[in-house]
């Protein structure tokens, strides 16, 4: 998706265009993919640590650079049935909670708002560590690709839509999209 930036119709602020992109890194040509039992939380002594204990794995994940993690389920008699359950408690389904709160922290800080409701899983999130991972880019970052989340502002019919991606101003992409959908931006 293409963008430009705030409401003009210039291609992209001047200011901006003016910075050097960094040269294209060539991505792996494999992934890399770790799969972890939901029950490591399930041990944990409270609330918080298990919390600090997921918050944990994930900073392990993104130093390894992992690409995809799947969580099963290593309790045969226990059914996972949905996605919301009632907070960390022994009734609450481990692999869930683990695997909200990496979603969490594997989202850059500044769509965390956008993108989660408040949840008695994330209770505690608070206390985690930022991963500071790649794509978890600062507003004086310049790259040619940013995570945004489509906010809900008028434009007229036709006219695409815009995105929050954590700089000074919106950013308006070419193609109309729900608000609260996460996306990649090619910045241009």
């Given at each position: 998706?293409?963008a430009e930036?705030g409401?003009?119709t210039?291609?992209v602020?001047?200011s901006?265009?003016?910075?050097p992109?960094p040269?294209?890194?060539a991505?792996r040509s494999?992934?890399?993919?770790?799969a972890?039992?939901?029950?490591?939380?399930d041990n944990?002594?409270s609330?918080q640590?298990?919390?600090?204990?997921a918050?944990?794995?994930a900073?392990?994940?993104?130093?390894?650079?992992?690409d995809?993690?799947v969580i099963?389920n290593?309790k045969?008699g226990?059914?996972?049935?949905?996605?919301?359950f009632?907070?960390?408690?022994?009734?609450?389904?481990?692999?869930?909670?683990?695997?909200?709160?990496?979603q969490?922290l594997?989202t850059?800080?500044?769509?965390r708002?956008?993108?989660?409701?408040?949840?008695p899983?994330?209770?505690?999130?608070?206390?985690?560590n930022?991963?500071?991972c790649?794509?978890?880019?600062?507003a004086?970052?310049?790259a040619?690709?940013?995570?945004?989340?489509v906010?809900?502002?008028p434009v007229k019919k036709?006219?695409?839509?815009?995105?929050?991606c954590?700089?000074d101003k919106?950013?308006?992409?070419?193609?109309e999209?729900?608000?609260?959908?996460r996306?990649?931006v090619r910045?241009?």
């Open positions: 998706i293409n930036y409401d003009s210039e291609e602020d001047s901006i265009s003016d910075l992109l040269p294209p890194i991505g494999y992934t890399v993919t770790v972890l039992p939901g029950s490591i939380c944990a002594q609330p640590l298990r919390s600090y204990l918050g944990q794995v900073r392990a994940l993104a130093i390894f650079n992992v995809e993690v099963f290593d045969p226990v059914k996972v049935k949905g996605s919301m009632e907070g960390v408690t022994k009734k609450t389904n481990a692999n869930i909670v683990l695997a909200r709160i990496l969490y594997e850059p800080q500044y769509l708002k956008a993108l989660f409701p408040h949840h899983d994330l209770k505690f999130a608070g206390l985690l930022p991963l500071d790649p794509h978890h880019m600062r004086t970052e310049i040619p690709f940013r995570e945004g989340v906010v809900k502002r036709g006219k695409g839509s815009y995105v929050d954590g700089i919106e950013v308006r992409i070419d193609k999209l729900e608000p609260g959908t996306l990649t910045m241009s």
